[in-house]
């Protein structure tokens, strides 16, 4: 499967399970989503159960907390992570914060799903990576897969979680792993052993992550695309590095990280997302007061730029494999 | 040389136009603007109605009890005097209860409160017209419905005082309670973003096949919220079985319901067009109130859909005990209120039809002031605001459904062993 398709079969097989599931969001129904990610599930479950809403992503998010507040499990979709924002004050405001407001008495199960990242030629509005404004926001769960396989699993955690979680889906990944050579030919997921995906249930426990290669040399920390990017520049620079794919921001999987960085000595930071105040800099600052005596070099960080994402200029914003590999000479320095 | 013409250079120059309310400080009250219907004058169309048949309706005012006290015209829903002296003692409790914990807050007992005098008849009408399991969406000012639906006293002095038998731990301002076994849905600081909520609810209802229904508030200020149209549009386009209440009170904090829009229509349609009924009721008329939440409660139940209700009424005292009315509006002008007091206006009716009298309601009054000093005193033997807290573990719990390592973490520098 590639990733589109496993998150498909994730909301299909808890559907199936599962009648308090319900899908809605902007052209999710009949259509079945822009990206696909919804096909055939309304024609199979009916257009109670997934159904196209009209475009207010404030909307959505506040009918969502309703549903899940009268008993309801909904996934709602919004199209773009680059929209998220007209419903910030009902994550932030609403679902993150019911649990706790109300001493426990009304919860806000929802799966919020949302296709994010660069790479595509996606100019200002299909291409940002906002996980960082989320993960300063207590109460919500931030969960971003890298593989199909990962996909699948994660989003059917995060589904039968009871608290609030994003769902960021690295839209660059969706048909095939990315390495970073835009210049090279793509390649898909049949090729790739993540792209191997049970048709039925599974799940992966959120808050785990997963050492996607083990090393010694130094640890790269990063998540979604850029999984595959570092993973591309590791092997091109024959380093022996750890890379660990987060999978879930929050809850983190400190202890992981805080292994492997005692055991490497070096680490690097890597997302798309700008740099200033990004998820980045919280895991600097852990890498810094955990690992303070175990560190050989400081904490490189391979960010986006502190710009909106451009058009045009994408392969120069985009932090690629040329940037990553002068990152990992310059930890691996002395 | 020749200047181009400019078109329109000749017209008169632009002027931007900033709603003012008709009194300010020192001036006379002056209400000449509302439009009030005699009582008994509205028609009451049958409930399957097409909203198309109905558009005079959001223009009118839905009255039943008219000066006098007597109850006229088709929207009396004859109910029942045990149900109308129900409703007074609610009522009257409500107000008698926001008193003492103003004075509570006067004395340093709290921190924060916020009354919703003269406008008791609203909480208290529809916590008792709908049935038990339904939900409501509250604003903080409907501290009415959790008291006509008989919820302990005490824990709500409990939650005012922050004190360590909080039923919300500590973690919330003053009144914005959760009550969910009395149908009274988490409040939140934020104004109309639980607007939706009841839609979704509602929605949740329809799905499951349930014969539940939500009641959604907002207040008249804050239908200028993105969240006031995203419920509207949600419940029209999926019919969703719920009532969407706008309390307009005629103030948000200092701006007359003109800033939001009063000038130029009645809150009720706006409505039309979304293409849901709307009524413009006489908040301060217990039996109104009654009878328009029934018939859109019908309306919801019978799968015909959302109903917006504007309820005119009169916030008689300032926003909230960090509000001084006084200087943005005349000192009297409660006094001047034309639709009067909801309590007044329901003893009166009571009255009428010798169901009630001057030394019942005394003796009630008396007998109320006595339970509400009895659970004062209990909420006070456990303790005020800071003289009793709940347990700082507290603090820590139900950010998740289980904590994560950082909120372990971070309870263990207060020294909070888990």
Known sequence: MNMIQAINSAMDVMMARDPDVIVMGEDVGY????????????????????????????????????????????????????????????????????RYRS????????????????????????????????????????????????????????????????????????????????????????????????????????????????????????????????????????????????????????????????????????????????FGAELSALVQERCFYHLEAPIERVTGFDTPYPHSLEWAYFPGPVRIGEALKKVMKD | MTKPAIPGADAIALSLHIPEPTARPGDVADFSHLRLDAAGTMRRPDISTDEAEMRELPYGLVRVLDDNGEALGPWNPQLAPEI????????????????????????????????????????VAQSLALAPDDMCFPTYRVQGWLIARGYPIVDMINQIYSNARDPLKGRQLPILYSAR????????????????????????????????IALGYIGEGTTAEGDFHEALTFAAVYRAPVVLAVTNNQWAISSFSGIAGAESTTFAAKAIGYGLPGLRVDGNDFLAVWAATLWAAERARTNRGATLIE????????????????????????????????????????????????????????????????????????????????????????????????????????????
Not at chain 1, 66 to 86: C, K, N, S, T
Not at chain 1, 123 to 151: C, L, M, N, R, W
Not at chain 1, 209 to 231: K, S
């Open chain 2, 311 to 418: 309820f005119v009424t009169y916030r008689a005292s300032g926003h909230s005990t960090s509000d001084d009315p006084t200087k943005y509006r005349p000192a009297d002008e409660a006094a001047h209120w034309p639709l009067g007091d909801p309590i007044e206006r329901l003893k009166q009716h009571l009255i009428l039809i010798g169901e009630w009298t001057e030394e019942r309601h005394a003796q009630m009054e008396a007998e109320l002031s006595e339970i509400l000093r009895d659970a004062q005193r209990e909420a006070e033997a456990v303790g005020t605001l800071g003289k009793s807290k709940p347990d700082v573990t507290e603090m820590f719990e139900g950010v998740f459904k289980q904590p994560d390592w950082r909120v372990i973490e971070q309870r263990g520098e207060l020294g909070i062993r888990s």
């Open chain 2, 84 to 123: 109308l002296r129900k409703g007074l003692r609610a009522m009257v409790q409500t107000r008698l209860f926001e008193d003492r914990l103003f004075r509570a807050h006067r004395q340093g007992k709290t921190s924060f409160f916020m009354k919703s005098t003269g406008e008791e008849a609203i909480g």
């Open chain 1, 103 to 278: 001493a426990g008495e009304f919860i806000s199960p929802i799966t919020v799903r949302s296709p994010f990242g660069g790479g595509i030629f996606g100019g200002q509005t299909h291409s940002q990576s906002p996980e960082g404004i989320f993960t300063h926001v207590s109460g919500i769960k931030t969960v971003i897969p890298s593989t199909p396989y990962d996909a699948k699993g994660l989003l059917i955690a995060a589904i039968e979680d009871n608290d609030p979680t994003l769902f960021f889906e690295p839209k660059r990944i969706y048909n095939g792993p990315f390495d970073g050579h835009w210049d090279r030919p793509t390649k898909n997921w049949s090729q790739h052993p993540a792209g191997e995906v049970p048709t039925g249930y599974y799940k992966i426990p959120l808050g785990k992550a997963n050492v996607a290669r083990a090393g010694e040399a130094l640890t790269i920390l990063a998540y979604g695309t850029m999984v595959h990017v570092c993973l591309a520049v590791v092997e091109e620079a024959g380093v022996d590095a750890e890379v660990i794919d987060l999978r879930t921001l929050v809850p983190l999987d400190i202890e992981t990280i805080e292994a492997s960085v005692k055991k490497t000595g070096r680490c690097m930071i890597v997302h798309e997302a700008t740099r200033t105040s990004g």
């Open chain 1, 31 to 98: 259509f079945g989503g822009v990206f696909r990610a919804t096909a055939g599930l309304q024609a199979k479950y009916g257009k109670t159960r997934v159904f196209d809403t009209p475009i207010t992503e404030c909307g959505i998010i506040g009918v969502a907390v309703g549903m899940g507040a009268y008993g309801l499990r909904p996934v709602p979709e919004i199209q773009f992570a680059d929209y998220i924002y007209p419903a910030l004050d009902q994550l932030v405001s609403e679902a993150a914060r019911l």
């Open chain 2, 181 to 212: 076994d009395y149908g009274f849905y988490s409040l939140s600081g934020n104004v109309g973003s639980r607007f939706g909520h009841a839609v979704g609810w509602a929605m949740a209802s329809a799905y499951k096949g349930g014969h539940r």
